[in-house]
Each structure stands twice: as structure tokens, then as C-alpha cells.
């Protein structure tokens, strides 16, 4: 119920903006975030944003990308800019229906997750 897309390769210093639309049985959406794995690495925490509410970002990605919503459309964006080879990864969307949790950037605080779209930075 949530699919990613926006991924592709882009040369060092370059943008890309991922997209993830929530669609079917997921009704309330409090969080939606992005997080990503790179190959032989553990799946770790990008951005998120909370419906209303505030964003938080990774300190690795502060200054560089920007986490947007579309709470009508049930849409997150992340608009990456200055790539650098470090972030290639497989980039997960995820979203949390809990209206009293903030979802922040634990994996098991949400609920649904996209399939993921890779990310390849050249240098």
C-alpha cells in the first residue's frame, strides 16, 4: 500500500526527488518517513514528518535533504540535494497510524513500508 518510486543514478553533487503515495487500506497516517540500506548495511533512519507537525532529519542528510508532505494526496517527497556516493542505498518510505506515538526514527514504529527504490550515486 505504499509505493516508492523517483529513484535512479545521478553523478555526485547532483538532486532526485522520491515520491511514496499511500494508497488502499491504510486510512490514518500520522508519520511518514524515509529511511534507506545500503549494501552489507543495516537499514537506517533518513527523515521523517509527522502529519501537522514537525520534521526530523538523520544527521548525515541535515542541510541537504528536504522531507514534504501531501497529507490529501497521502504522499511524502524527499528532495535530495548535494549526493554524494555515500548515499547510494535502497530508500524506503514508511508510514504510522499511531496518533499518540511519535514514529521518529525507529523502523518498528511503523507500520506499512514501500519496496524500496534504489538510489545510485556516481563520483
Known amino acids: 500500500q505504499l509505493q516508492a518510486s523517483g529513484g535512479g543514478l545521478v553523478q555526485a553533487g547532483g538532486s532526485l526527488t522520491l515520491s511514496c503515495a499511500a494508497s488502499?487500506?491504510?486510512?490514518?497516517?500520522?508519520?511518514m518517513g524515509w529511511f534507506r540500506q545500503a549494501p552489507g548495511k543495516e537499514r537506517e533512519f533518513v527523515a521523517t514528518?509527522?502529519?501537522?507537525?514537525?520534521?526530523y532529519y538523520a544527521d548525515s542528510v541535515k542541510g541537504r535533504f528536504t522531507i514534504s508532505r501531501d497529507n490529501a494526496k497521502n504522499t511524502v517527497y524527499l528532495r535530495m540535494n548535494s549526493l554524494k556516493p555515500e548515499d547510494t542505498a535502497v530508500y524506503y518510505c514508511?508510514?504510522?497510524?499511531?496518533?499518540?506515538?511519535?514514529?521518529?526514527?525507529?523502523?518498528?514504529?511503523?507500520?506499512?513500508w514501500g519496496q524500496g527504490t534504489l538510489v545510485t550515486v556516481s563520483s
Open positions: 514508511a508510514s504510522s497510524g499511531n496518533a499518540r506515538l511519535l514514529a521518529g526514527s525507529q523502523p518498528s514504529n511503523y507500520d506499512y
Open positions: 488502499g487500506r491504510i486510512f490514518s497516517i500520522y508519520d
Open positions: 514528518r509527522r502529519k501537522n507537525s514537525g520534521t
